[in-house]
């Protein structure tokens, strides 16, 4: 199993970002897909997950209310939208498939003026 994410970059705090992670070697459509993210000197840690069942995405508390996963199964593809941008929320964010121990490479978001 792949998984490559895209997305990341430099936003002004308050910005939008959105993440995107596509998939390869494996049956997407079944497979439980998160977004965690490691803050420089921090452990890594969640920031939602999505089920293959439709039901309600989970959030950290942190990103609740900001934060909006989604997935396109036909282009093996999960997202994360991320509004109001908050100089805490600067870290390498990860595309992970927990049940596959499949991890992306990371992508770089830095929330600065």
Known sequence: AQLVESGGGLVQPGGSLKLSCTASGMVFSSTIMAW?????????ELVALITAAGTPPDYANFARGRFTISRDNSKKTVYLEMNDLKREDTA???C??????????????????
């Open 92 to 94: 390498v964010y990860y």
């Open 36 to 44: 965690e993210r490691q803050i420089p000197g921090k452990e890594r």
């Open 96 to 113: 992970h498939a927990p049940r596959m121990n499949a991890w992306g490479k990371g992508t770089l978001v830095t929330v600065s003026a």
